[in-house]
């Protein structure tokens, strides 16, 4: 049985991750990309299917861990009868290769420790063939992969698994280094564990180090942007949604998605938090890869892409893992990816002309890309869609998908490098895109705008109207839909569900956790109100819900108190240093975008 999604914590290099849990086990890890089959998913099914175990061998330590400050190092320490040790396990960030380094040290005392190491590849499938090579190293090769163990401890097999005991004293340290290459090729030579502790600790220190002071909330900014960095697909500039696939936003629910792609639709919010807090670089990168995963046709623009920009991402279900706490199916690829989701082109526009704002120079297809894009959505955007929460039901008119295509239009009107021609006629698809939302999309009886044009649901996803500068936040029409959300989608005064239903609107069964990202969307319109003193207690609510060493899931479930969905989630911590951002500076992120469009009272 895996722990709560609560307890894990993540080590990467920006090529992969690992989710190591309280108890000491990795329990997932993909090889040599985030999207590569598992050779340890012990997370989506059980020991069998590979984990990698190293805790005392007394009952019910003590267990306390932390990120070494500033890095991605995970220290965990095991406090027992007889003595406390402390386990401290990374992923070298800076040559691509692929290790992953655990080293063992005596505190006090002495501690007997165990390790059982059981590698399955291909989603914990296959049994590879081990052997001994030389002493004190380990091999293990399955047709095209491999892995290779270096410690000094004495390992031996044990039904399948590969185990061992050893004692640290106080003072002591004992190191493990676990490689993985291509089985047809010589192995690399083994690293030297404690040079790569130093080097990898000065690589974090180093990129952290570059990031301005955000006031009370520097810590939880810092590390959001570490994990952000270790979301990052170190050859493209990819920023994954998440780590893991199918972790369930119901538990014993279907509700599985596979997040280890790049969404589009994080674009602006993840650039500007790049952008404000001085990473330049790492907003230039995302962006170049947002350009190249787009070029061609606009008709085949998705919603989403593989780290290096791949198109194909198939939807397939596998048989052989029972789930997070038997949440069927495992779902790996997405086919989401085929859907059409009209606001992601309004996310791209916005995306390329904030960072134009902000001084990021054009790219080289700049223009070709935006002139393609507007001549597709042209006619797109009146055309009914699968929109934000990627419905699997029947198309519809979605209010914040035409919102965010009246943004792509509103943002090249405002756009002083296009011809004049162009933008008058930019504007005017802009102006009929905004008169039709507020007719069709707006419910004088509820005084509410809807999720979808004829529909009396309300839906999270209208908090992003003020945020992006469709109307200003002391609109009547706005004010009444804050109301609104607050009255019925808001729970317990912090959680924010997605959207109002018995049944849902997706043709799964309701009952998933509330998103974190859209109570983030509600303090940013908590900001721009004015009401600053409820935007900053919601905030330090949820900065409280992180675990203990401060990431957060996709969602939370406020009747279990346990987080749910992928882990850890790009978008929450995106939501994070914003929100950070917006409280902490007289013109944040929200007021930016808020302020990109001239208000029009005549017009609106």
Known sequence: MPLRIEDYAMIGDCYSA???????????????????????????????????????????????RRYLADTLILETEFQTETGTATVVDFMPATDGEADLVRIVFGRSGEVKFHTELVIRFGY???????????????????????????????????????????????????????????????????????KALETTAQFWHEWCSRCPDVGPWTDAVKRSLITLKALTYAPTGGIVAAVTTSLP?????????????????????????????????????????????????????????????????????????AGYENSSPVRIGNAAAQQLQIDVFGEVADAIFQAFKMGMKPSKHHYATRSAIFEHLTAAWREPDEGIWEVRGQPQHFVHSKVMAWVAFDRAANDEEADADSRQRWREIANEIHAEICQRGFDSELNSFVQAYGSKRLDASLLRMSPVGFLPPDDPRML??????????????????????????????????????????????????????????????LLSRCNDVGLLAEEFDPLTGRMLGNFPQAYCHVGIINCALNLSRQKGPAAERAQLSEYDSARH
């Open 480 to 541: 009444g839909t804050i109301r609104a959300i607050e009255k019925k989608l808001l729970i317990q005064g912090e959680f924010v569900l997605r959207y109002e239903s018995e049944y849902g609107i997706d043709g799964l069964p309701a009952g998933e956790g509330a998103f974190f990202a859209c109570s983030f969307w509600l303090i940013d319109n908590y900001v721009l109100q004015g009401r600053y003193d409820e935007a900053r207690g919601l905030f330090e609510r």
């Open 124 to 194: 914990g499938a296959i049994v590879p063939w081990v052997n001994r090579a030389e002493e004190g190293i380990l091999r293990a090769v399955a047709g095209p992969e491999r892995m290779v163990l270096h410690t000094p401890v004495v390992l031996y097999g044990e039904d399948l698994r590969t185990v061992g005991e050893f004692t640290v004293s106080a003072g002591q340290s004992v190191p493990f280094v676990l490689s993985y290459g291509p089985s047809f090729e010589s192995a690399a030579p083994p690293i030297d564990p404690f």
């Open 249 to 321: 936003e119901r538990l014993v629910g279907p509700r599985n998605w596979d997040y280890r792609f790049c969404w589009l639709r994080d674009a602006t919010f993840t650039l500007m938090a790049f952008m404000h807090l001085g990473y330049c670089d790492e907003a230039q990168t995302w962006r170049d890869w947002l350009i190249r995963a787009i070029a061609g046709s606009p008709h085949q623009v998705q919603i989403m892409y593989g780290v290096g920009g791949e198109h194909w991402l198939p939807e397939l279900v596998i048989p052989w893992l």
């Open 18 to 64: 690992a989710l190591i849990g309280r108890s000491g086990s990795i329990d997932w890890l993909c090889w040599p990309r985030f999207d590569s089959p598992a050779c340890f998913a012990a997370l989506l099914g059980t020991s069998e299917n590979g984990r990698w175990l190293i805790a005392p061998v007394s009952a019910s330590p003590n267990v306390s």
